[in-house]
């Protein structure tokens, strides 16, 4: 009877302890499917769930940024912790560390199969598959804006306010072009057949990619803020001096022209985002705003709008300071409704297709798509 007793109270106790592992099984399970935003708000905004993701993070660690390049979504944390996924399904590609914590990163880009971004003097090359570094240059100079390339040269501004151009091949600087003025330059976009840069001072530069020659200049009244946004042979570009401007490059030989200036009282600080129809602004203490890409004029506002996160049919997907997703009729120039979005905190900014790619501090990742 002893034995059988204490058996007994073994099996107790066994089968105690499997329904106490189940249990905190099945709570950590629930914790690890708690969601960025609840279906049923999702359901309300009209928008389903594409994939859902929960990155690594630290305890003292945070998300801070989400970039769209290609076919993949970087996840950057503030110790320069990157992600790489597979923008269609949310599988990781890499993930290393980008950079020593508290080194700014000011730009990455992607050209073919290769990252690239400058720190402090130095221009460095990533593999896109598995983020190992491939090629660093110093070019002896801080480097004051993300860098541009083409297939033969590497375009790098300085802090002598010249842009320094290197060829691909063997990082061998070949010319180098500045702004009459010597400006500052404060971004620089290239491809093939022209190089772009902005300055500080307001110019807009077209110059030839092989050789130090100005093609043409456009001059606003203040600096130009972010890049120059470049869709076909149109520019667009937001200014400090409280204008956005639409400038066409035309003709054989090229020349600039002023397709329309719209002007949104108040200094601009960012760079447009430029759908196929529309132009979104966003404007420091208003919100944002979108401007019809072809005329100029004003479609509508949303006040204490921060960013466009996509657009679909017709329909702009705007993230606001106060943490709410509006959606917005760009036909009929009006709200349709707003949806609670408390907890995001980090987004992307999309301009090339519907998706929506929103996350928070602590890693939960989410990418949405218009249900309709």
């Known amino acids: ?121 130095k221009l460095l090359q990533y593999d896109a598959e598995s983020g190992d570094e491939l090629k660093s240059v110093d070019v002896g100079f801080a480097i004051t804006c993300p860098a541009a390339r083409n297939s033969s040269f590497f375009y790098v ?77 149109s520019l667009f570009f937001a200014s400090a001096d409280t204008s956005v401007y639409r400038v066409d490059i035309v003709g054989l030989p090229e020349i600039k022209r002023l397709v329309w200036k719209y002007q949104a009282a108040a200094v601009l600080d960012r760079a447009p985002r430029v759908t196929q129809e529309v132009v979104y602004q966003y404007v420091r203490g208003k919100g944002v705003t979108a401007i019809d890409k072809e005329t100029g004029s004003l479609l509508w506002r949303v006040p204490g709008g921060v960013d466009l996160l996509a657009e679909a049919r017709a329909k702009a997907y705007v993230i606001t300071k106060a943490r709410k997703l509006v959606v917005m009729d760009n036909t009929e120039a009006r709200k349709l409704y707003s949806v609670n979005f408390g907890a995001v905190t980090v987004h992307a900014a999309n301009a090339g297709d519907e998706r929506i790619y929103i996350a928070d501090k602590r890693g939960r990742l989410m990418c949405l798509q218009p249900a309709e």
């Open 157 to 233: 501004a300085g802090t002598d306010n010249r842009l320094h151009v290197y060829r691909v091949d063997d990082r061998v600087q070949t010319f180098e072009v500045a702004a009459e003025n010597s400006s500052t330059i404060t971004s620089v976009i290239a491809d093939d057949n022209l190089v772009i840069f902005a300055t500080a001072a307001g110019n807009v530069l077209g110059v030839a990619p092989d050789a130090p020659r100005l093609i043409w200049q456009f001059d606003a009244a203040d600096a130009i803020a972010g890049p120059v946004v470049k869709d076909w042979m």
């Open 1 to 121: 009877m002893k034995t059988l007793g204490t058996f007994g109270c073994r099996c107790v106790l066994l089968a105690a302890l499997v329904t106490l592992c189940v249990a905190q099984i099945d709570i950590a399970a629930a914790g690890d499917l708690e969601r960025l935003v609840s279906p049923e708000l999702l359901r309300h905004a009209g928008l389903r769930i594409i994939w859902e993701s929960k990155l690594p993070m630290k305890e003292a660690e945070s998300l801070e940024q989400l970039l769209i390049l290609g076919n993949r979504v970087y996840a950057i944390s503030d110790r320069n912790y990157m992600i790489s996924l597979n923008k269609e399904n949310g599988k990781r590609v890499f993930a290393k560390v980008f950079a020593p914590p508290g080194v700014p990163v000011p730009g990455l880009k992607l050209y073919g199969d290769e990252l690239w971004s400058a720190e402090g003097s």
